[in-house]
């Protein structure tokens, strides 16, 4: 039998590392349809909100560079997102002194700064894929993939829908070093109805964490790894009367689609949390007896993918 010649046994050898490294990094001919997508599904990507990040920088083309601002700590997209060896990495800082009382705390939120890719276009229905390695800090970060609405406030008729949010998944959320908090995922809904008056005291908030809205909207999984230490692909299909959440593939919860029609930037995003967060009157503050933390620290995404359904083949 005649031996390979020593060119064709090295073609050989990158060709198989290239595609292990590829089915180890991201995407590839076997999953390039949603990881739990069925037999005879039509998927079609979407690459006005999909991205390898293979490039050396970020499309801002496709991505919002100066996202709107929320409250407690500073979106710089500029200073915290870069694309890099096929990954994106957002960095959650706390670098400006200058903005510090006497006693060292942050008086204005504005020492606090991320990063959060928003997609210009919007969509609804689809499946949604991102493959993620949380930040390594915890607690007081929270690596998240989510959709998200404009507010409408312009709609008063009293149980139309103003704002929908789906969270596909948010990291890390938990305030305390409690075993096991580091591996809980939340997948939740957020919406806002209208109670009838023009504006801002017309938004009637339905939030997963009021009690009254909890089966309905709130989902919470506890996952056999740390999603601190390595990749995990977290997914959301939205169907017209129903809302499915994978982690790694395998269903983690599903909720009837009764708010969630509204059209949706895809956004990825680290925030910030307790014990540097607190709610307050109705929002986000900083709590001033947090201490120093460890900052900075950081979230990869491998890709993210959004799909939508044309047809199913006979």
């Not at 493959?131 to 709609?155: C, E, H, N, Q, T």
């Not at 460890?294 to 799909?307: G, H, I, N, S």
Request: proline share 5%; glycine share 8%.
């Amino acid at each position: 039998m005649k031996r390979p010649s020593i060119a064709i046994s090295l073609r050989i050898f990158v060709l198989i590392g290239g595609a292990i490294a590829s089915q180890l990094s991201g995407q590839t001919a076997q999953n390039s349809r949603p990881l739990t997508a069925a037999v005879g599904e039509n998927w079609v990507i979407r690459w006005n909100r999909s991205d390898d990040f293979n490039d050396s920088n970020v499309d801002w083309r496709k991505w919002q560079k100066k996202p709107e601002q929320f409250s407690g700590w500073r979106w710089d997209n500029e200073g915290n997102v870069t694309a890099q060896d096929g990954f994106l990495k957002i960095t959650l800082r706390n670098d400006s002194p200058a903005m510090k009382g006497k006693d060292g705390k942050d008086r204005a939120g504005s020492s606090y700064t991320s990063g959060m890719l928003k997609s210009y276009s919007k969509g609804t229905y689809g499946y949604y894929e991102a493959r993620i390695k949380g930040a390594p800090m915890f607690p007081g970060a929270s690596p998240a993939f989510w959709l998200y609405s404009v507010i409408d406030d312009a709609i008063t008729p009293i149980g139309e829908v103003r704002y929908s949010e789906i969270d596909i998944v948010e990291l890390t959320q938990r305030q305390s070093h409690v075993e096991g908090n580091e591996r809980i995922t939340d997948h939740n809904l957020h919406a806002i109805l209208s109670n009838g008056k023009p504006g801002v005291p017309g938004r009637e908030w339905h939030r997963p964490n009021d009690a009254r809205f909890r089966e309905a909207q709130a989902n919470e999984y506890r996952t056999p790894f740390d999603p601190r230490t390595d990749f995990h692909t977290y997914g959301c299909r939205v169907d017209k009367e129903l809302i499915l959440w994978y982690v790694d593939g395998v269903e983690v919860g599903r909720k009837p689609n009764q708010f969630w029609h509204r059209p949706m930037n895809v956004a990825l995003s680290l925030g910030l949390r307790a014990p540097y967060l607190m709610w307050k009157d109705n929002k986000l503050v900083l709590d001033e007896k947090a201490g120093g933390g460890e900052f900075p620290t950081q979230m990869l995404v491998d890709y993210v993918r959004v799909w939508e359904i044309e047809s199913k083949s006979e």
